[in-house]
């Protein structure tokens, strides 16, 4: 004979089609630099937080800092007590969360399930529809700190979200909660979101350092003085006018100046030669497409940025 399954606390279950309340008990599986702040935010909106899971201490320290006076429980109590279980634990580890609360029966018909992640949409979260609770995927395009500055900075942001059709007016309403404003990811287009995100985001974190590296190299103190107002500018430009806000050496097709940088690059930063050839020719390939740079002046520097690509591939 199975086991009798055991009592819940929190919300009874409601058929899946049942309206929810307009203020719902929200519960936060994962009280990271995302999930704190969203739970922060939806309970700035009305909504009450009645749960929290937080294993690691910088977790614990975001709960009290955010959420104080929530209380920390166990993922599955969390599910148990909350109308919409935010789910907001890193991408690989997501569909382990999902799983493991489904089998453990702390999922309910008419729960609303959401997850945070970019590179996941709905198929992660089957075995929560499999017992019937209502699934979104909302991921808040945004950078967290996971401090109470990121709080103003929601104001105005977008979010991918994925739902199913008969669910898009209560994602609509959750982001709106938030402050946002829903960008509509099909399915199959959430690892191509995720990764656009990703390569305008932390590789640009990645190529700011690089260039401060550089200048430190080139026995500049403070090179974030040198390149604050010269970044703002280009990324100003570059969200304004596209490709033609292009500038430098390779938009010119400064062929001897870019053998110049990548001799000097070789000599004392061998590390950064690779991305500098890559980003010089993807850039070069957007310049011509633009028409900002002819083909004919971009044969030689084409021709140093593939003799420089064999030898680093030698």
């Given at each position: 004979m199975s086991a009798s399954p055991r009592p819940r606390s929190g919300p009874a279950a409601r058929p899946a089609d049942a309206p929810l309340p307009r203020n719902l008990s929200v519960g936060v599986v994962g009280a990271g630099r995302v999930g704190a702040v969203l739970g922060a935010a939806f309970a700035a909106a009305g909504h009450r937080v009645v749960a929290a899971a937080a294993v690691s201490g910088a977790s614990r320290a975001r709960l009290a800092l955010l959420l104080p006076g929530v209380p920390r429980r166990s993922a599955t109590a969390v599910a148990r007590a909350a109308d919409l279980l935010l789910v907001a634990v890193p991408d690989d580890a997501l569909a382990g969360v999902v799983s493991g609360l489904?089998?453990?029966?702390?999922?309910?018909?008419?729960?609303?399930?959401?997850?945070?992640?970019?590179?996941?949409?709905?198929?992660?979260?089957?075995?929560?529809?499999?017992?019937?609770?209502?699934?979104?995927?909302?991921?808040?395009?945004?950078?967290?700190?996971?401090?109470?500055?990121?709080?103003?900075?929601?104001?105005?942001?977008?979010?991918?979200?994925?739902?199913?059709?008969?669910?898009?007016?209560?994602?609509?309403?959750?982001?709106?909660?938030?402050?946002?404003?829903?960008?509509?990811?099909?399915?199959?287009?959430?690892?191509?979101?995720?990764?656009?995100?990703?390569?305008?985001?932390?590789?640009?974190?990645?190529?700011v350092n690089e260039a401060a590296d550089r200048l430190r190299d080139a026995g500049v103190e403070q090179p974030e003085k040198v390149l604050a107002p010269l970044l703002r500018a280009a990324l100003e430009n570059a969200l304004r006018l596209g490709d033609d806000a292009l500038t430098g050496p390779v938009s010119r097709g400064d062929a001897g100046t870019v053998e110049r940088h990548l001799a000097r690059l070789g000599a004392v930063a061998p590390e950064s030669v690779a991305p500098y050839l890559a980003l010089a020719r993807r850039t070069a390939d957007r310049a011509i497409a633009a028409g900002r740079l002819r083909p004919v002046d971009a044969e030689s520097l084409l021709g140093v940025l593939a003799g420089s690509a064999r030898e680093v591939a030698a």
């Open positions: 489904a089998r453990s029966g702390a999922l309910r018909t008419g729960q609303v399930v959401a997850h945070t992640s970019g590179a996941h949409g709905l198929s992660v979260l089957a075995p929560a529809v499999e017992v019937g609770a209502r699934t979104l995927a909302l991921h808040p395009a945004m950078t967290f700190t996971g401090t109470p500055d990121d709080l103003p900075r929601l104001a105005g942001i977008s979010y991918g979200v994925t739902a199913p059709a008969e669910l898009r007016p209560l994602a609509a309403r959750l982001v709106a909660d938030l402050g946002g404003v829903p960008e509509w990811i099909a399915e199959p287009d959430r690892p191509l979101y995720h990764a656009a995100l990703a390569h305008g985001a932390n590789h640009l974190v990645t190529l």
